[in-house]
């Protein structure tokens, strides 16, 4: 197949690019190449989609499959405006944070949508569900016939630029210091490993498949994963303090990701966020690795990105402490 991926230089763009070139396939990137190369084998075409239509001449004409990513609702218009017509299959990966209520577990893709940016508008990071929702609304309306919408979950796996996966096996393997877990072993967890998302959009672009699904791993209690965390650490007699959710909004602590967050704590209201259904995308062969396999392979990437770094996502290692101390220090 001749396969068109716009990125293809980061994190999931760039697994979905190896895995086609390791499959046979031509393939060619489009992109600025401004974070990484695209991967070895691909074709690359180098371009800035906020040019607009002229960004496209030297990949505009035939293809088997298209990929986009964007966030962008502006650039993906553009894209389907001028890719769509001369394409036999076109994926779209969106994301869970279409969904407009995220407070049902076991939700499906029936679920109803956030209102999609009105149209022209570009999308920014606080818009970023209403920025997919209108992608997939245009994607569906230029090109549904052929369409792949898939509503990607948490990516985690090696490559990992948000650093919300790796925080937790990251921290317990540095195993220099107690480490700070919000005390909620029974809440949900769902993370699909980005090698698996590759695997299936590009064997779903083989097939043909179309259609709307939810592309989510499996749901894992957080204890689960906490414990799973230590064990690929080799740490398991880890000291460990759990303050309760209500004191760490007290100090400040962010929840889910970003500086001074734990990540993939959640706020009230967001039972559902991660525990949506993924039967759909089940039945119709998505495949997942035990995730303890995505753990191991996380851990071995933030080793080679070095445990110190700083990160993305978590809390700083002097922030952390002094936490740990004002919560024992309140302790009977």
Known sequence: MRILVLGGTAFLSAEIARQAVASGHSVTCFARG?????????????????????????????????VDVSRDPVQARVALDVLGPG?????FVSSC?????????????????????????????ETYG?????????????????AHIVRAGLIGGPGDGTDRYGYWPARFAANT??????DIPDAATQIIDVRDLAAWVLRSAEQGLVGTYNALGDVVRFGDYIDGSQQVAGTVEEDVVRPSEAWLV???????????????????????????????????????????????????????????????????????QKLVALWRERQP
């Open 34 to 66: 401004t974070s990484a190369d695209p991967p070895d084998g691909v074709t690359w075409v180098r371009g800035d989609r906020t040019l607009g239509a002229a960004a496209f001449a030297d990949v505009a004409g035939r293809w088997d499959a298209v």
């Open 87 to 91: 394409t036999q299959h076109w994926t």
């Open 97 to 125: 944070s279409v969904y407009a209520d995220h407070s049902v577990p076991g939700a499906d893709e029936s679920a109803a949508l956030l209102e999609p940016l009105p149209e022209g508008q570009p999308g920014s990071p």
């Open 130 to 146: 209403e920025s997919k929702s209108a992608i997939e609304q245009m994607t569906l309306a230029l090109v549904g016939e052929k």
């Open 177 to 182: 210091v107690t480490v700070l877990v919000p």
């Open 250 to 320: 007290e100090q400040g602590v962010d929840y889910w990701a970003g500086p001074d967050s734990l990540p993939l704590w959640l706020p009230p209201g967001h039972d559902g966020f991660q525990a949506r259904s993924n039967r759909a995308a089940r039945e119709r062969g998505m495949v997942l690795r035990p995730w303890q396999e995505t753990l191991a392979a996380t851990l071995e990437d933030e080793k080679r990105r070095g445990l110190d770094r700083d990160r993305k996502a978590g809390l700083g290692r002097d922030t952390e």
